[in-house]
């Protein structure tokens, strides 16, 4: 049974790399939030007081969930990712369903809208973590232990494209095609594969038009810089007007009226703005710094025998770095806008409740690694 005083027994550098970049995030948000608070409601505070109720649920829900052992979760794990698919089907009926910007990824639940798609990140990786341990030599050796999953993520993907929500999409092939990867699916079959779902994702892409929009203006913002192109080229205003040490806390110019969701998905737009080369730099090595950690963990507990767990720990870790990668290359220009948030940092209750449930997950297989490792 864990014991919170055994706390001290998980990777506490973790914990603090954690801590810092949620509590930088909390500042560059309210900063970037300010002048849309005031405008819309009146209260200049309006976001700040929304994420801090949203990392309170998520401490709230991370403390009670580092009590769990991974083994509930793996018995779990097949009716939590029916239960995802059931909450997305949900979704999407007129009624349950919330409509922001054009697309319906939210149920609305009163006091916080929440998105379903951000459960399913957490939850396609609980099921095939368990998936890769049942099947650990079908997947190594026939073709049909690969596709299976593959399967599962098809269906996944047909209702987040009926929100839609691409950005999902592109997270949770790419997060699970690692993690056949990493569980030893053979080197030819898997290259065929990122082939066909490489091609897949770019038929996607132009089949909807304003996905090949995106693409397009991504290549050359500047051709329609006060249009299509508006955002991003606000952004690489905000980071080139960052240069070494910033504009200074509060002052950030693209922030007022003229980066939209500078609070969201650009919140490292106006980071890079206000705290210059050296904010954008520390805040990249301390991702670095988490990813890196997540994996010596999944080493460490794949090292024990505790596949599952291991299996569990690399899916996180593929989560947390791809999306983390991808909203950083949006910010800078290297990417098509995807619409997904900066982990830990940017505005978004789904999203900073589910990442803290993933690192209260990581703490617990952490400290089980350090009991087995005792007994040893």
């Not at 009624?95 to 399913?120: C, D, T």
């Not at 050359?220 to 205003?237: E, V």
């Not at 996180?316 to 999306?323: A, E, R, S």
């Not at 350090?370 to 007994?375: D, L, W």
Request: contains cysteine.
């Amino acid at each position: 049974m864990f014991n919170i005083k055994q706390f001290k027994s998980c990777d506490t550098n973790l914990f603090l790399a954690v801590t810092v970049l949620i509590l930088l995030g909390l500042v560059i948000l309210t900063s970037a939030s300010i002048n849309i608070s005031q405008t819309k409601f009146s209260e200049p505070l309006y976001f700040f007081w929304r994420q801090l109720s949203y990392i309170g649920m998520g401490m709230v829900l991370a403390t009670i969930i580092i009590f769990i052992p991974i083994k509930t979760w793996q018995y779990w794990s097949i009716s939590l990712l029916f239960l995802g698919i059931l909450l997305l089907i949900m979704t999407l009926i007129p009624g349950i369903g919330h409509v922001v910007n054009g697309s319906m990824r939210w149920m609305n639940l009163g006091f916080i809208r929440f998105q379903p798609a951000e459960l399913m990140k957490l939850f396609i990786v609980l099921y095939l973590a368990g998936y890769l341990v049942r099947r650990s030599k079908e997947v190594r050796e026939a073709l049909s232990g690969f596709l299976k999953p593959i399967a599962i993520v098809c269906i996944i993907t047909s209702l987040l494209l009926l929100e839609p929500d691409y950005g999902t999409i592109v997270v949770l092939f790419l997060t699970v095609l690692g993690m056949l990867f990493l569980a030893g699916v053979p080197m030819r079959q898997f290259l065929w594969w990122v082939i066909i779902v490489m091609l897949v994702l770019s038929f996607l892409i132009i089949l909807a038009p304003y996905r090949l929009e995106r693409l397009t203006i991504f290549i050359d913002p500047w051709q329609d810089p006060f249009n299509s192109g508006f955002q991003l080229t606000q952004a690489l205003i905000a980071i080139g007007q960052g240069e070494l040490f910033g504009l200074g806390l509060g002052n950030s110019i693209q922030s007022v009226t003229y980066l939209p969701e500078a609070h969201t998905d650009f919140l490292f737009a106006i980071l890079a703005e206000e705290l210059g080369l050296v904010g954008v730099i520390t805040v990249i090595g301390l991702f670095a710094f988490i990813i890196l950690r997540i994996f010596a963990i999944a080493f460490r507990t794949e090292r024990c025998g505790l596949h599952y767990a291991a299996y569990l720990t690399y899916g996180i870790g593929l989560i947390i770095g791809l999306q983390t990668s991808i909203n950083l290359g949006v910010n800078m220009g290297l990417l098509p806008t995807k619409g997904l948030t900066l982990p830990l940092m940017s505005y978004g209750g789904s999203s900073i409740i589910v990442t803290f449930i993933m690192f209260a997950i990581l703490l617990r297989i952490d400290y089980e690694t350090t009991q087995v490792i005792k007994k040893k």
